[in-house]
């Protein structure tokens, strides 16, 4: 057979063949989703409807029981560790990015409001959501409850606390910083008794649950926890509905609830370094418990830095360089880093974010451009040689060994490399795994219109 009417992977009919599988294969989708409307819809109003039983809010979620970590609780309790029920009290604070309340249930943040970004339902967003707890609710260790503090608004950026368990005293100094929409806190533990165990810091979220996705189809509303420890940064996937999620962690300096867009973080900064459990119950709230477990002493001294809002690479670092972390490139982070400082040098000169993106991939093609001619090449290269390989198929098919020996004979004559055609497309991978990670995580693509129909360059 004279190999000149053999078929390459790229001839016209191989291409419509790919094309139609495609559309085949996106139609089935939509006719699932159309016949089976209860499979696919966001099962929100299901999940809401199954954890209010009787009228009530809280969603009573088994606790995970993991030796040397503190347990997350299932519900968080409205008393004094005394057994006293004491009303709860608010300030609140604003800044011209953020609005929230400081609760005298553990000093945590509630009610945290974002102004200058909105939902897809143009609500605003808010953060740090729970039926139960505070973002950042501090307890003690082995105890359901927050601490209940005695609550005074120093200044419009500062809140002091003061908690009494016994004879242990705990004063808890939070400072606002609006510029950067973080907080800093100063923990003083005196008098802690012989049976003192540690304090406890939480991080809740509501799960987002009902996201249907599939492989080619990825869902761009998912959560993770992010736990930098031992020097070594995890992700953990918080979006399972198919089972319980539970990890846990030593030597912890960062931990963070993360959305794609969005975080409440969490970095260590005391002496005492903290131990982390996470729990992602199938329904239910997220939960990340940071345990702080001191050896003891007269008075113990504890300090963190504590975030909540979107994930921009400029705003976190200005927090912390290693809150950075949150923001996850992918494997080829380094890549991708500086393909998102180009992106924005783009839209510094064009002010149009869709404009910034064709400019940037325009300029990746432009860089692998030689990768791709050398790849052509050996591909035609292949192809003109394909006579004589078949020759030597045919005259050899007796012996596969003289086959072999006589193809790469010929290669070598002909100058010809074998791994020609796809080597140089493997070299571009990492740089297009980069990309697709900086367009899927970049915030501000977040809402960002671009031309005509198109308003919101972060949706499919």
């Known amino acids: 057979m004279n190999s000149q009417n053999e078929k390459n992977f790229f001839d016209p009919k191989t291409i419509i063949a790919v094309l139609l599988v495609g559309v085949l294969f996106f139609g089935w989708q939509k006719y699932l989703e159309y016949k089976y409307p209860d499979f696919y819809k966001n099962k929100d109003t299901q999940t809401q409807s199954g954890t209010t ?3 009530a809010a809280a969603v009573a979620t088994p606790a995970p029981e993991t030796a040397g970590t503190a347990t997350p609780p299932a519900q968080i309790a409205t008393t ?5 029920t004491l009303p709860e009290t608010r300030v609140a604070l604003q800044s011209g990015q ?7 249930k553990g000093m945590g943040i509630r009610s945290l409001t974002l102004s200058n970004y909105n939902d897809r339902e143009h609500k605003p967003i808010q953060l740090g959501i729970s039926d139960q707890a505070g973002l950042f609710e501090i307890g003690l260790v082995g105890q359901n409850a927050p601490l209940d503090f005695q609550i005074e608004k120093v200044s419009e950026t500062n809140v002091k606390g003061v908690a009494r368990s016994g004879s242990m005293t705990v004063e808890h100094d939070l400072q606002f910083h609006p510029e950067t929409s973080s907080w800093t806190s100063n923990v003083t533990v005196r008098g802690a008794a012989a049976g003192f165990s540690g304090l406890t810091v939480l991080l809740p979220e509501h799960k987002r649950t009902g996201l249907y996705s599939s492989f080619l189809m990825p869902s ?13 940064i995890e992700h953990v996937n918080a ?3 198919s089972e319980d999620v539970t990890k846990s962690f030593s030597q912890v300096s960062l931990v963070a609830i993360s959305s794609q867009y969005f975080t409440s973080a969490l970095i260590d900064q005391s002496t005492v370094i903290p131990e982390v459990n996470v729990f992602a119950p199938k329904q239910g709230e997220l939960r990340a418990v940071l345990a702080y477990k001191p050896a003891g002493g007269d008075q113990i001294n504890l300090s963190w830095k504590t975030y909540s809002g979107p994930k921009s690479m400029e705003g976190l670092q200005s927090v912390d360089p290693m809150l950075a972390d949150v923001l996850n490139l992918g494997f080829f982070a380094s890549i991708g880093k500086i393909l998102l400082s180009v992106l924005k040098w783009f839209y510094g000169f064009v002010g149009n974010w869709g404009v910034s993106i064709i400019l940037l991939t325009v300029l990746v093609r432009l860089l692998v451009l030689p990768f791709n001619i050398a790849s052509y090449k050996s591909m035609k290269k292949m192809q003109k040689i394909q006579p004589m390989l078949q020759s030597i198929r045919e005259r050899y098919k007796e012996d596969p060994a003289a086959m072999n020996r006589e193809t790469m004979a010929l290669m070598r004559e002909q100058k010809v490399n074998p791994l020609g055609g796809c080597l140089p497309m493997l070299l571009q991978m990492p740089v297009f795994f980069a990309l697709y990670q900086v367009l899927g995580q970049s915030i501000e693509l977040y809402q960002a219109p671009f031309i005509l129909w198109i308003h919101d360059l972060s949706v499919k």
């Open 220 to 232: 761009m509303e998912h959560q993770e926890f992010v736990v930098k420890h031992q020097g070594n």
């Open 98 to 104: 953020m609005k929230f309340d400081v609760s005298s």
């Open 53 to 55: 039983a009787g009228g």
């Open 80 to 84: 004094s560790t005394s057994g006293t």
């Open 239 to 241: 979006s399972s509905e």
